[in-house]
């Protein structure tokens, strides 16, 4: 089976997990941050914890945002994208007006303001990567599908729709997936 897309793996792109990953990954949706020789890292945006990000960081205001698994990688690692370069110093545009990481205290002080807003955030612990070529062969191996990063879909679509979304996004010669069961046994 021949799974791959047009669009080639690159920092501002999503991978979108193949119904046959298990684990961490199944009906994952990850951004990639970084993707070149030295290989790959993104975050899984639609696996939520059940700890807002203020039950997790010290000193961190309370805030409505749930943290994210972002993948096996360093899970005591916290990371953040987001679109709002404005009230967040220190950020690394992955795409125009997506960024990842930034100041903690920039972010804790437009908190406090009430100028940020869970909508505009993600929070992650740890996050995954791949080493050289890793990726690029798992994708051979139609473990992962590439798309355009939507902001839209990241950002405002329930964590819970984002897989069947992008897939849908794919178009009509990838719809057969959405069918695929969780257990390929009870087919």
Not at 22 to 27: E, G, L, P, Q, V
Not at 56 to 76: A, K, N, T, W
Request: glycine share 8%; net charge negative.
């Amino acid at each position: 089976m021949n799974l791959r897309t047009r669009t080639k793996p690159a920092k501002g792109t999503i991978l979108i997990s193949a119904p046959a990953l298990t684990d961490i990954f199944r009906k994952s949706v990850i951004c990639l941050c970084e993707h070149d020789n030295n290989g790959s890292i993104g975050f899984i945006f639609n696996s939520p914890t059940k700890f807002k990000v203020n039950e997790i960081l010290e000193d961190f205001p309370d805030f409505d945002s749930y943290i994210m698994l972002g993948g096996p990688v360093q899970p005591e690692l916290v990371n953040v994208i987001h679109r709002v370069p404005s009230l967040i110093d220190g950020g690394y545009e992955i795409i125009k007006g997506i960024f990842w990481g930034g100041n903690f205290e920039s972010i804790k002080d437009a908190i406090y303001s009430g100028k940020l807003s869970p909508a505009d955030v993600r929070f992650f612990l740890g996050y995954s990567g791949w080493s050289p070529n890793q990726l690029n062969e798992e994708i051979e191996r139609d473990s992962w599908l590439v798309s355009n990063l939507n902001e839209q879909d990241l950002f405002e679509t329930d964590r819970n729709l984002i897989w069947d979304k992008s897939i849908r996004a794919l178009g009509q010669e990838f719809a057969f997936l959405r069918a695929v069961p969780d257990d390929p046994s009870m087919n």
